[in-house]
């Protein structure tokens, strides 16, 4: 197997999402934190990774998602215990935007975790030299999230154009779906 890249920062390690590692992930959490050497909260995953975890593992074991511009794992290294995940849905489009989607294990939040983690993913990313913008979506009162975007630099741009598509279950009362824009190269 090869070892997966990992990004460190000041308190996490990032493990980029490997075919075997997102298939573990999808369906075998024992074998999920064994892979990363880390524990798994009770609250693991993230609501919001529950159906799309297949998905990762899919993509990743089609060849079709190229590992570090998928999905990635954060490990708290105090503790060893895995508090999040984060990711592109897809590598740079011919004009170098992606989109970033995060989520911190539930109990972990309000910690400047996810803060870390999409610093960590976008110096990644820019790092690369394929990345001249960056797109995140959140809802208009997830304020703990809107929080995370503006510190990494993210700018409200309007309502989204997928907003239309999301259901009242995904809104919990948070109202619209916002976009957010980072440019990530001079002009």
């Known amino acids: 197997m090869t070892p997966p890249l990992r990004i460190s920062t000041a308190r996490l390690d990032l ?9 573990a992930a999808a369906d075998d959490p024992a074998r ?3 892979i990363l050497n880390a524990r798994l909260p009770p609250s693991w995953p993230p609501s919001v990774l529950l ?3 297949e998905l990762f593992a899919a993509q990743l074991e089609k060849g079709a998602a190229i590992p570090g511009w998928w999905a990635w794992y954060a490990i708290l290294r105090e503790g060893a215990l895995v508090v999040g995940s984060a990711g592109f849905a897809a590598p740079p489009d011919e004009i170098g935007t ?3 989607g995060y989520s911190i294990a539930g109990g972990y939040e309000g910690r400047g975790l996810a803060s870390e983690l999409v610093e960590g993913l ?3 990313a820019a790092a690369t030299g394929r990345v001249a913008r960056v797109y ?6 997830h304020f703990a999230s809107i929080r995370v975007l503006e510190k990494n630099g993210f700018v409200w741009r309007g309502i989204s154009s997928e907003d239309a598509g999301a259901s009242d279950e995904d809104r919990q009362g948070r109202g619209a779906l916002m976009l957010y824009v980072r ?3 001079e002009s």
């Open 98 to 100: 992606i989109t970033l």
């Open 32 to 34: 999920f934190a064994e």
């Open 122 to 124: 976008l110096q990644w």
């Open 51 to 53: 159906d799309v975890q």
């Open 136 to 141: 995140a979506t959140t809802f208009e009162r």
């Open 183 to 185: 440019e990530m190269r």
């Open 15 to 23: 493990v980029a999402a490997t075919a075997v590692l997102a298939r």
